[in-house]
């Protein structure tokens, strides 16, 4: 009942971007918050880009300029418009949706990851 397929990685250069995709379906349940995690090997996953679902945004410092998040709310879909990819972004990016179920309690749902690897 709830499902996050992700799209939208794959190999740049540095420099280029790439527009990652995440669609949530929960039915019949509803989704707050939405967001991406990246992690790489060795590393704990960390907090990419959120955004609520009124449009408040938080990225992480070294994304910041660069990195753009939005959500079609509609759709149930969040995005991640990446530029100027630095090496550093390498990892696997993960989507996450804070799912609401019956009766007002949250729960996390994660996307299955999809691989980003700059090239310098």
């Known amino acids: 009942q709830v499902n996050l397929v992700e799209s939208g990685g794959g190999l740049v250069q540095a420099g280029e971007s790439l527009r990652l995709s995440c669609a949530a379906s929960?039915?019949?349940?509803?989704?707050?918050?939405m967001g991406w995690y990246r992690q790489t090997l060795g590393k704990q996953r960390e907090l990419v880009a959120s955004?609520?679902?009124?449009?408040?945004?938080n990225y992480t410092d070294s994304v910041k300029g660069r990195f753009t998040i939005s959500r079609d709310n509609a759709k149930n879909t969040v995005y991640l418009q990446m530029t100027s990819l630095k090496p550093e972004d390498t990892a696997v990016y993960y989507c996450n949706a804070e799912v609401v179920y019956y009766g007002g309690s949250r729960g996390d749902s994660w996307g299955q990851g999809t691989q980003v690897t700059v090239s310098s």
């Open positions: 955004i609520t679902r009124d449009g408040i945004k």
């Open positions: 929960v039915y019949p349940y509803s989704v707050a918050a």
